[in-house]
């Protein structure tokens, strides 16, 4: 890979962790308990404790997905980044640049 390819990535991985950050804030919020007393329905009350498993799913992805990136940047400047934890194949530039978290290759990562 080279330098400018890198510094590339490292711009992209530090979007990624911003956009994690700011869903984790709203999915936390959105993860609050369902009020019942709430004046809404009992479809509508329904329909909001369904939405809170969703986004509880979701708060946990992204949390995960954050970590990964975080790792991920920590080793940004290594000469392993972008290479494949697994065979050490070198993992296609749109990949990294697609899902900057990902430390295999599209082929191990199917294994
Ligand atoms: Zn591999």
Do not use: F, K, V
């Given at each position: 890979m080279t330098d400018e390819e890198r510094s590339k990535l490292k711009e992209i991985i530090r979007e990624h962790i911003a956009k994690a950050e700011s869903d984790i804030t709203e999915l936390t919020e959105l993860v609050k308990p369902v009020s019942l007393d709430a004046s809404i329905g009992r479809i509508s009350r329904m329909d909001a404790i369904n939405n809170k498993a969703i986004n509880e799913e979701a708060l946990r992805k992204t949390k995960k997905r954050l970590q990964k990136l975080e790792n991920v940047l920590g080793i940004a400047d290594s000469k392993d980044f972008g290479l494949c934890v697994k065979c050490k194949a070198p993992i296609p530039f749109g990949r990294l640049e697609f899902?900057?978290?990902?430390?295999?290759?599209v082929r191990c990562a199917r294994r």
């Open positions: 899902m900057p978290e990902s430390r295999t290759c």
